[in-house]
Nanobody
Framework: EVRFEESGGGSVQVGGSLRLSCIASGFTFDDSGMRWYRRAPGNECELVSTINSDGRTYYQDSVKGRFTISQDVAKNTVYLQMNALKPEDTAVYYC??????????????WGQGTQVSVSS
């Protein structure tokens, strides 16, 4: 069974940092790319960042230069280091494997997500 255990969220002030972690299980981690999504209240789910099995990364324009995605294949874990946080980063963050439908990125089918709240 595919599962994701997200953690590391919290409440920080503008300019603060958080490091999200996601432990994946139920599939071959090192063959699959990983993604971070987020959903802010009243907004649609959006793709934040991805990392391919070969290490190539993608970032949404709004987080470029502030967020860094990485992975530890030995631990089946993907991370999202978030620096210089802004109020607009407030959302529930979800991780997912690249082979899963992007339309279900924030559905919470495979993980509960982790709440990030940034206050000014």
């Amino acid at each position: 069974e595919v599962r994701f255990e997200e953690s590391g969220g919290g409440s920080v002030q503008v300019g603060g940092s958080l490091r999200l972690s996601c432990i994946a299980s139920g599939f071959t981690f090192d063959d699959s790319g990983m993604r971070w999504y987020r959903r802010a209240p009243g907004n649609e789910c959006e793709l934040v960042s991805t990392i391919n099995s070969d290490g190539r990364t993608y970032y949404q324009d709004s987080v470029k230069g502030r967020f860094t995605i990485s992975q530890d294949v030995a631990k089946n874990t993907v991370y999202l280091q978030m620096n210089a946080l802004k109020p607009e980063d407030t959302a529930v963050y979800y991780c997912a494997a690249g082979f899963l439908p992007s339309s279900s990125g924030c559905a919470g089918h495979w993980g509960q997500g982790t709440q990030v709240s940034v206050s000014s």
